[in-house]
Structures are given as C-alpha cells and as structure tokens.
Nanobody, 128 residues
Framework: QVQLVESGGGSVQAGGSLRLSCVAS????????MGWFRQAPGKEREGVAA???????SYADSAKDRFTISQDNAEVTLYLQMNSLKPEDTAMYYC??????????????????????WGQGTQVTVSS
C-alpha cells in the first residue's frame, strides 16, 4: 500500500524559509513522477512543482526562483525548499505521486488528475 506522509509545514514571517518533506512508502515504480500541490481556502488547487524519475522538473510561475523540488538519492523522500515566502504562499501543501510514469504534459502542467496517490497535507502559513 502506497503512503505519502508530509511534514515540515508551519508558521513563518514573510521572507522566511521552510523545507517540506514527503516520505513515500510502498511506492515501487521505477519510472514515476512526484509533485507538490497546494490549496488555499476558497481557491483552486495549484501544482507548485513536479519532478520525474528521469530528471524532468517543472515549477509554477509563482514558485520559480524561490522554491526547489528535489528528492534524496534513495528516492524515498521528496522535498520542497521554499525561500522568500510570501503571505500568498499560505496554503495546505500536498505531496502527490503518479501511478507509474507520467507524460511530458503531466509534468509540464503539473496535471493533478495524473497523480493517483496523495498525502494528507501539511499547513504553511506566512504572515506579513
């Protein structure tokens, strides 16, 4: 059974940093995509960043130059380093993974329906 467990959220002031972690268990696909999504109250879910097992990476415009997605060498933990945080980054952040490989479209557009596994989320709150 695949499980994704996020951690690292919290409350920070604008300009601060947080690193989110997502530990994947039971996930045995050799080719896959993983990503970070977020949803703020009253807003649609947004794909923040995505990473493929072959090195493909994409970021939302709102995350470029501030956020970095990565994973450890064992490919067990997915990270999202968030710097220069802004109040508009306040949201619940979710880790997600695809059921096997994903297309270039899925990566480029961080296409949520392609991601079949989801964590419970970790809250990020940025105060001004």
């Amino acid at each position: 059974q695949v499980q994704l467990v996020e951690s690292g959220g919290g409350s920070v002031q604008a300009g601060g940093s947080l690193r989110l972690s997502c530990v994947a268990s039971g996930y045995t696909y050799s080719r896959y995509c993983m990503g970070w999504f977020r949803q703020a109250p009253g807003k649609e879910r947004e794909g923040v960043a995505a990473l493929g097992s072959d090195g493909r990476i994409s970021y939302a415009d709102s995350a470029k130059d501030r956020f970095t997605i990565s994973q450890d060498n064992a490919e067990v933990t997915l990270y999202l380093q968030m710097n220069s945080l802004k109040p508009e980054d306040t949201a619940m952040y979710y880790c997600a993974a695809t059921v096997g490989d994903c297309s270039d479209y899925d990566i480029k557009h961080r296409y949520a329906p392609a991601f079949g596994y989801w964590g419970q989320g970790t809250q990020v709150t940025v105060s001004s």
